[in-house]
């Protein structure tokens, strides 16, 4: 009897401990298209540190940068099908899938980077946020900058649209982006940005349009000359989160992820500055020439484009209210 009371003891401390038992660590899988050193990488490093920190270790984020699990069109559906948890991707790329973000790539549409977060953060950002969930069936969790854009290339300076004349431009996915180059009176491109840099080093394209941190980042100087303050562009870019996973995860996770969300964006938002403010003069060192525009030569140009795309993008009384603001 003394041996059945002891083993009961022993099974019953086992059960207890059983229950007591942790929970299996969930493991998120986010990506991002740019190098380990760029502000996507600092948003999502602030997304893991957070995470973590709230949910006590339960979660653990893995980041795959630099496009090892594809490129953004491929990162966005993805995060769509679930097979990815999270990434960054600029509003260039989500336009094929989202049209209202469109609205946000209009060229000249936004002064000044204030003014650009002023709008994103208010009603029409959050607007266009629910259009990314519904269309890409994820959560929207916030939006950072690609940077204030600019046209390089390594054949001539370009000081008016008329330079542009024969020369093979890339610029991303976005049929706004394509329609406004064309309008400028170049040959406009889409290419995947992990290819930009063999494109040019090669001579299948003549130059391309990114902000001032990438073309450090992406080392852009090595293959190229001459920059162009057009500032035609402050690109928006979206972290988002797949609804399917956030579906299945406990509702303090789904909290926690929330938060590291926002604290992932302002994160991100903060080193673009810094590293946009630090490129320039790194890049002057290594010979890039930088030139002064006319901007109301080139916004004249691209009229056209606000009148093509006005009524799928809300109307012109949408695109006036936000110049206004």
């Not at 320039?280 to 290594?286: A, I, M, N, S, T």
């Not at 004249?300 to 209210?321: D, F, Q, R, S």
Request: net charge positive; glycine share 8%.
């Amino acid at each position: 009897m003394l041996f059945l009371f002891t083993s009961c003891q022993k099974d019953n401390r086992k059960s207890s401990e059983s229950s007591k038992k942790k929970p299996d660590k969930i493991i998120l899988r986010v990506a991002q298209n740019s190098s380990i050193d760029h502000y996507y990488q600092v948003g999502l490093e602030k997304f893991k540190e957070v995470l973590e920190a709230e949910t006590k270790g339960t979660v653990e984020v893995i980041i795959y940068p630099s496009g090892q699990l594809g490129n953004e069109e491929q990162e966005i559906i993805e995060v769509k099908l679930g097979i990815i948890d999270a990434t960054i991707v600029s509003s260039g790329n989500l336009a094929p899938f989202v049209p209202e973000i469109g609205l946000f790539n209009l060229p000249f549409i936004f002064r000044d980077q204030e003014h650009f977060y002023k709008i994103l953060d208010s009603h029409i950002g959050r607007q266009v946020g629910k259009s990314i969930e519904a269309r890409v069936n994820c959560v929207f969790l916030g939006y950072c900058s690609y940077g204030i854009r600019n046209v390089f290339n390594g054949k001539k300076p370009i000081l008016t649209p008329a330079d542009f004349k024969g020369m093979k431009i890339r610029v991303m996915a976005s049929p706004i982006l394509i329609s406004s180059f064309n309008a400028l009176g170049a040959q406009a491109t889409s290419m995947s940005w992990n290819e930009l840099y063999s494109a040019l080093q090669q001579g299948v394209i003549d130059g391309a349009e990114c902000g001032t941190a990438d073309l450090l980042l992406e080392r852009f100087y090595e293959v190229t000359k001459y920059v162009s303050y057009t500032n035609h562009l402050i690109g928006a870019a979206v972290l988002i989160f797949s609804k399917k996973k956030y579906n299945k995860l406990p509702p303090s996770v789904q909290t926690a992820v929330l938060n590291a969300g926002r604290a992932g964006v302002l994160a991100a938002r903060k080193s673009e500055i810094e590293m946009s403010e630090q490129a320039l003069e790194k890049l002057e060192k290594k010979g890039i020439e930088f030139f002064s525009v006319n901007k109301d030569l080139f916004r004249e140009k691209v009229m056209p484009v606000y009148e093509k795309y006005a009524e799928k993008l809300g109307g012109m009384k949408l695109i006036e209210e936000i110049m206004r603001k």
